[in-house]
């Protein structure tokens, strides 16, 4: 998963950017409003991290640009204890969530997975599919009620199909969702994590459709 984080300020941005490649999701961080438009237009995102007090251009100010270009990426709004009026005012604008500075990391990630979760239509906690299982929370897989251990990527591999079961996502796409600016991308790094998880989790789990891309098949016993 491919995260925007907006925060001017560097101890923060540093803390919740080293926080979140350590739970394997890809994150671009950009200090001012003006950068995160810009970057906004030019790159999709499963979630943005929203501080409000930006330079420039204002976090309220860059939430109105995104929902007046009809980008409905969730956007978890950070902002100030004491700054209510802020907060109502960017859930009235089409924020999903916020959490008020300065906050817990843990409970962070919490809101996070939850807005992905519902960005994606899934309500349960855990991803499940053609006997294979996963937690995003402890960051555990099965199959077969068996433990699996898996790599960073393999992981962001799998979260990415198992969440969207029956869906293609083309090599390009998956690209998109794993890799930040500052990844270097081999040519054949998602084949190559393809054949990990084959290998690790059943040679038929995850399908190749020819010259589009890969899927997990929804079966009858999907969400």
């Known amino acids: 998963m491919r995260l925007l984080l907006v925060e001017d300020d560097l101890m923060i941005g540093e803390a919740v950017l080293d926080l979140l490649r350590d739970e394997g999701y890809a994150v671009d961080w950009v200090k001012d409003g003006e950068l995160a438009v810009a970057t906004l237009a030019q790159q999709d995102y499963d979630l943005v991290l929203l501080d409000l007090g930006l330079p420039k251009l204002d976090g309220i100010a860059v939430l109105r640009s995104m929902r007046v270009h009809r980008d409905t990426t969730p956007v978890l709004i950070a902002t100030a204890r004491d700054a209510v009026a802020q907060r109502i005012e960017g859930l009235n604008l089409g924020a999903d969530d916020y959490i008020v500075k300065p906050y817990d990391l843990d409970e962070l990630l919490a809101r996070i997975r939850a ?97 589009v891309g890969y899927v997990i098949p929804r079966t009858d016993a999907a969400p």
Request: glycine share 8%; charged share 25%; net charge positive.
């Open 115 to 211: 807005l992905i979760r519902r960005s994606v239509g899934r309500a349960e906690h855990v991803y499940e599919n053609a006997g294979v299982r996963i937690d995003p929370s402890t960051r555990e897989a099965q199959v077969q009620g068996q433990n699996v251990v898996l790599s960073s990527r393999e992981w962001a591999v799998l979260e990415l199909l198992l969440a969207r079961p029956g869906m293609v996502l083309s090599r390009k796409q998956m690209e998109d969702k794993l890799y930040s600016w500052k990844d270097e991308v081999s040519s054949n790094a998602v084949e190559v994590y393809i054949h990990g998880l084959r290998k690790k989790l059943g040679m038929g789990l995850i399908q190749n459709v020819r010259g």
